[in-house]
DNA sequence: GCGATCGCTGTTAACGCTATCACATGGGAG
DNA sequence: CTCCCATGTGATAGCGTTAACAGCGATCGC
């Protein structure tokens, strides 16, 4: 058994035939006969031959990395993207690049100079509010991109998400509706996604006249169930009024459920909650938790699909296609943590 | 604006020097004069030039790719761990290249077939579980490997991890001594190391003489909030009986304090819970619940410093240095949900 | 003062694959 | 019976980088 690497032109030998025969049996098998094509996939079988894909790139000028920029890994949020998008690669050819900006544009944009180095065959971006200079690396690059997790006006190039603003909306309108006269807003991580739903929280509230800013604690730090606790412990120790809260996310959602049980405080009758994302446990939880459902595992899998037609087919433009626009939506999915009548 | 890429001649002929000058001050600064080492990098960040990692692969035949796998992108528990890793690689020349074996042995033996074909810097693969056939390729491997997540006798190359039988016995071991009678198991997903910690549950119980197999409720599918629920209901619907329940993860542990609380059976009086894991939301539930907490970000992010460590110096022997093999322990975490006095 | 050595830089030849064009064959249209 | 074109295959030339060695001053030891 030896060591060395088997390539094309060893196949290509025992098969009597040239590599570049066989890199077009492997490339593109329609242009090779039927009867040579068996001999040379048999003989690939046997050998083990396994293409190098730095030789390919190199020599093509393509790869068939999907590079996908997340800002984080650990979010449960992200990861169901990330399930997406393997989903959707794994029986393709494509293969992904992850890369993780943490919430920093200015990660984001190293990330983005790199990867677009490696001329992908395609790219998935997080969100609508790259900085300037990522705008314009990626309107300079030639290959597909799909911005996920949110939709806007202006794409770069594809688009698929939903309405921050609209989901955050809908879910305030629920709480006033289910009797909250006190509504408050927790949120963690304020990056821009969650700034748009807090601004729907905000405009709900002012047009039904109950907005009050110092019923919305916010912090910096990433979510966790953890620090719903103690953000809800800080907000009813200043405002022990309210009657309803919208979280952010569900982390923060699902804190709040526990301390609320800790201090007595019944969900639903004197307290409502709603959480945002729909992760699974809120179906669960005793109360079941309200929550904004978003179609993530959809949206991952999704982009790579947009990608993998636009490479097949590139459209009427020159370049590119006409950019698609998908607004997948969003589901209020009322549970127990606000059924509550109105007054 | 030219829409050309940047190669290592535009930036030999910007300098005035040779291309392999220039690639020896990016790949070892220490070879080339300092004045000029100043005059490439400023003309480098000039042309915003990028290396080619496609054509510094095939010339050098490696890659500073460290291949990583995992069977599931879901998990908590390896989100934990790729975000150690993420966070381990983000300073250095290496990046990750992630495959999901999704659990399946089959699936791994094809990712391993084309990871290693890359010639990747290193490689991490979960568990020590690996099939005949993957064992054979790893340790046919020029690179380091490091297996993860558990430690055993006869590693492949270097291994991190821990003992999930003894975690499990060390938490059947707290149930029985807080007054558990009669404990149950409950498991989701069993894979190997969820096996293991089964045996530990299954042997502590036989010793202490309460070990009843029809107490232990386990199923194929993955793990959720949910999931505990319904085990649990299955579980005192045919054994009302039970007193304690270890939970092979914290995604059940959590279903069974929501779906205790549906039915009124307090805990820690009437139940006493354990997971395992511990995940954040553990300290956070109310009852607070005990779990045996597992280092699983350390266990990533030093992963790849031992990969980093061997590349660095392989140590005496020809080729692979002595194999290091990593045992982080546990530690068993007890809160409310176990704070009960034996009788 | 002279060869030996060191530090820095250049030249050449790959790495494994694919783009491109050239060439050979065979069949159908005129 | 030509001519043309479609089809299948081969030869050649890179893709951008690094390994390996060659060269060439300068420094060093004695």
Do not use: W
């Amino acid at each position: 058994m030896s060591k060395e690497r088997v390539t094309l032109s060893h196949v290509a030998q025992r098969a009597g035939v040239s590599a570049m025969t066989v890199s077009r049996a492997l490339r593109s098998p329609d242009k090779v006969s039927p009867a040579l094509l068996r001999r040379i996939e048999k003989i690939v079988a046997e050998l083990g031959y396994v293409p190098n894909p730095a030789a390919r790139a190199l020599a093509s000028g393509r790869t068939n990395v999907i590079g996908a920029l997340i800002p984080s890994v650990t979010n449960n949020v992200f990861s169901d993207v990330l399930r997406g998008i393997y989903a959707a690669t794994e029986d393709g050819p494509f293969e992904v690049q992850l890369g993780n900006t943490r919430y920093s544009p200015l990660t984001e944009e190293k990330l983005l100079a790199v990867f677009l180095s490696q001329k992908p065959a395609g790219l998935i971006v997080t969100g609508i509010d790259q900085s300037p200079a990522s705008r314009r690396m990626l309107e300079g690059a030639s290959c597909p991109i799909v911005q996920i997790m949110e939709i806007g006006s202006g794409p770069i190039d594809m688009m698929i998400g939903f309405s921050h603003y609209d989901g955050a909306a809908a879910a305030t309108r629920h709480l006033i509706e289910t009797g909250s006269r006190f509504p408050a807003f927790v949120g963690a991580r304020m990056d821009p996604r969650t700034q748009r739903r807090f601004a729907g929280f905000r405009d709900v509230c002012s047009a039904a006249g109950c907005f009050s800013m110092s019923r919305c604690v916010t912090t910096p730090t990433p979510s966790t169930v953890t620090l719903g606790t103690r953000l809800f412990a800080d907000l009813v120790a200043r405002h022990p009024e309210v009657d309803g809260v919208f979280c952010n996310n569900d982390d923060l959602a699902l804190g709040i459920l526990f301390e609320a049980q800790r201090r007595c405080i019944a969900i639903p009758e004197k307290l409502t909650v709603c959480g945002f994302n729909d992760l699974e446990m809120m179906a669960a939880a005793e109360p079941s938790i309200t929550s904004v459902r978003t179609p993530r595992f959809a949206i991952g899998r999704r982009a790579v699909e947009m990608i993998v037609a636009r490479l097949a087919d590139p459209g009427p433009d020159t370049g590119r296609g006409a950019a698609e626009r998908v607004d997948t939506g969003f589901e209020l999915v009322a549970r127990q943590s606000t059924a509550r009548r109105p007054r």
